[in-house]
């Protein structure tokens, strides 16, 4: 079977992927929240809604910015960036949450949980309760507690509880589980507003369809700015939302290279990295079929990333799809590397990029030097640096 | 006939209930696991459910989960817990049937799976993160090796789909007593009651119910209206002890406490 963009199936499967391999206790929200996201995609006003506060709220449309002074750097393609980073919140994860926000109210549901790595997704779904007016509790892994502080404080100012979750490796894939753990006694009030294209279906589907305004603007804005469609997009990859978001768009232009960088971390031994969809093999976790860290009797591995959004040992379904039909090439950075492209931008264009995207910009500036320079690179800058700053100075041991 | 069809006969016609505990396998060592399950049974208990440690399991409560961490942390494979009951089993004159996450089924194999635990005397298995739509393949397996595949009936499960489960699942339905994960509760939710009366006139098969009995009075409120009762945490949170204390006195403390939930049976 070939990438095609009509996926998934009535099943949840993206070819072999996806399905719903959840607690019976959840099937009754998981089938009710399919119905009305499905009810969701053919009312007007509900279109209309999520448009106006992507406008008036987040401030979409956001810029496709040439980075010039990146582009003579690595002298070759032209390189531009997708400022997800300008997004009220920061990042990418608001134009899930808000969509999200607003099926929970056609729910009518009081109460959102949601999990947490880097914090940009509690972040951003703490703003939509805040905007919206229900109560929210995020998941977060004492690990990514210690590395994402400004996040942290910054939900509780928004009025989100953050729970912090001492279980396994204490960082997102346990947030994970505790969100799922509350949502299986909470759900008749609940809704989980999960925060990458992973886990049961219908929710790699809602998030990729939310996160595809980044692909659809692209796409738009390549064809007013350079007259043509791109010749290679790139886009980090951890569950993989700002990617799936970003190539779903341009998944039918065959003539579009898409390329997806996940975590190297310090190795390529099993437990020093998170790049999944390089090293890992299919099977199931988090509710879906898809490719793993796992060992030969199906326990999770440990992963390691500089960037707690990216430290996850799963990816989403649609990628494992993309991955095995050849439509997305999956290639990694590692810790230095990513260190060093956040350097790059940092100082040839005065933005800080946050850790998980500069793992896609370390990739592109590589890219991009062996392109000729007529052609062009996009690369998704998902998020904004501000948060790493003290993580970064830890690791170069200077004071913060 | 498997030997939990068997059992559940034997139990309708003399008009009896069965008493399944719940343990996990290697906490905190695979010697005392084999050793407990012989002691439950010892003292009455119908069948056994083996829970195979996962590091993700996220139906389970605190108590579960951390006997999981423990056991895992230890270095427990799941070839030393077939090898364990592959010399546990044949001694034991009641059914083990395995609590285990599909992400380990799939891996191993779900033929291989199945072949496995049934060479080492398990009679079904209880997955619990396979719902009914997805569960085809392994029913599929489990039916040509007349190994059960236990499914899931909760609180929140439509009439109409609850009578699809009943159709797929063969040894027994599981019915899970609360709307959460597992654990210790104080109160049981009264409507279970009239929720398992209802299940029982849409099926011949036997309906077991687990999550959160631990107590005499739970088990005189549900024995009367099921085929059986799981209890849990309860033995689990127990078990925790004997890492640090005197294994013997532990198994006997075990052992009392489910004399006491016995004692409660109809």
């Known amino acids: 079977m070939g990438a095609t963009s009509q996926v998934p199936d009535q099943a949840g499967r993206f070819g072999a992927f996806g399905g719903r391999y959840v607690p019976e206790t959840l099937t009754r929200a998981l089938d009710e929240l399919t119905r009305q996201y499905d009810e969701a995609c053919r009312d007007e006003s509900f279109r209309a809604e999520l448009e106006d506060l992507s406008r008036h709220y987040v401030g979409r449309p956001s810029p496709l910015y040439h980075a010039e002074r990146l582009t003579a750097r690595c002298g070759g393609a032209q390189i531009y960036l997708k400022r997800e980073d300008l997004n009220h919140t920061g990042a990418h994860k608001i134009n899930n949450t808000l969509g999200q926000a607003l099926l929970t109210r056609r729910m009518g549901k009081p109460r959102v949980i949601a999990e947490t790595g880097a914090g940009q997704h509690g972040v951003a779904t703490a703003t939509a309760c805040a905007r919206f007016g229900f109560e929210c509790v995020v998941y977060m892994g004492e690990e990514d507690i210690r590395r994402q502080k400004p996040n942290v404080f910054s939900m509780r100012l928004l009025g989100a509880e953050v729970r912090p979750v001492s279980t396994g490796s204490r960082t997102l894939r346990d947030a994970v589980n505790e969100a799922m753990r509350d949502w299986m006694a909470t759900v008749e009030n609940t809704h989980y507003i999960l925060g990458s294209s992973v886990g049961p279906d219908p929710f790699p589907r809602i998030v990729r369809d939310f996160q595809s305004v980044i692909g659809r603007e692209t796409r738009r804005q390549c064809l007013e700015q350079i007259g043509r469609l791109p010749d290679t997009i790139v886009a980090c990859c951890g569950g993989g939302s700002n990617a799936a978001g970003m190539f779903y768009p341009f998944i039918d232009d065959a003539e579009v290279k898409l390329v997806g960088v996940e975590a190297g971390g310090r190795s390529e031994k099993l437990g020093d990295h998170a790049a999944t969809l390089n090293f890992g093999r299919p099977g199931v976790l988090h509710g879906a079929f898809s490719y793993v860290m796992q060992d030969d009797d199906g326990q999770t591995a440990d992963v390691h990333s500089v960037s707690a959004g990216l430290d996850y040992p799963g990816v989403g379904p649609e990628h494992s799809f993309w991955k095995d039909t050849g439509r997305v090439q999956y290639t990694y950075a590692n810790d230095r590397e990513t260190l060093d492209a956040f350097d790059a931008l940092a100082k040839s264009e005065g933005i800080l990029p946050a850790l998980e995207s500069s793992h896609a910009v370390a990739k592109a500036v590589e890219i991009a030097a062996q392109m000729n320079k007529d052609e062009v690179v996009v690369v998704c800058l998902s998020g904004r640096g501000d948060k790493d700053a003290a993580e970064i100075a830890r690791l170069r041991g200077e004071h913060f | ?266």
């Open chain 2, 1 to 266: 006939m498997s030997s939990i069809d068997t059992l559940f006969k034997t139990l309708r016609s003399q008009n009896r209930k069965a008493f399944m505990p719940f343990v996990t396998a290697g906490d905190p060592d695979l010697e005392f696991t084999s050793a407990l399950l012989r002691r439950l049974v010892d003292r009455g208990s119908s069948m056994c459910e083996l829970g195979i440690p996962y590091s993700d399991p996220i139906a389970d409560g605190p108590v579960i989960q951390a006997s999981y961490t423990r056991a895992l942390d230890a270095g427990l494979h799941v070839a030393d817990i077939f090898d364990m009951l592959a010399g546990t089993t044949p001694e034991l004159p009641a059914p083990v049937v395995t609590m285990v996450s599909y992400s380990i089924v799939y891996r191993i194999g779900l033929a291989q799976y199945v072949a496995r635990a049934k060479a080492a005397g398990v009679a079904g298995a209880i997955v619990p993160d396979l719902p009914v739509q997805e569960s085809d393949d392994l029913a599929k397996v489990c039916r040509s090796e007349d190994f059960s595949l236990i499914q899931l009936v909760t609180p929140t499960t439509p009439p109409d789909r609850a009578k699809q489960i009943a159709d797929k699942t063969t040894g027994f339905i599981y019915y899970v007593s609360v709307t959460g994960i597992t654990g210790e509760r104080t109160e049981l939710p009264p409507q279970i009651v009239d929720n398992v009366a209802w299940l029982r006139e849409q099926t011949d098969l036997p309906v077991c119910i687990g999550f959160g009995i631990s107590r005499p009075e739970h088990v005189r409120m549900l024995a009367p209206v099921a085929d059986g009762l799981i209890v849990g945490s309860a033995i689990v949170r127990r078990v925790a002890e004997a890492a640090t204390r005197d294994r013997q006195s532990v198994l006997s403390e075990i052992a009392d406490y489910v004399d006491q939930l016995l004692a409660a049976m109809p």
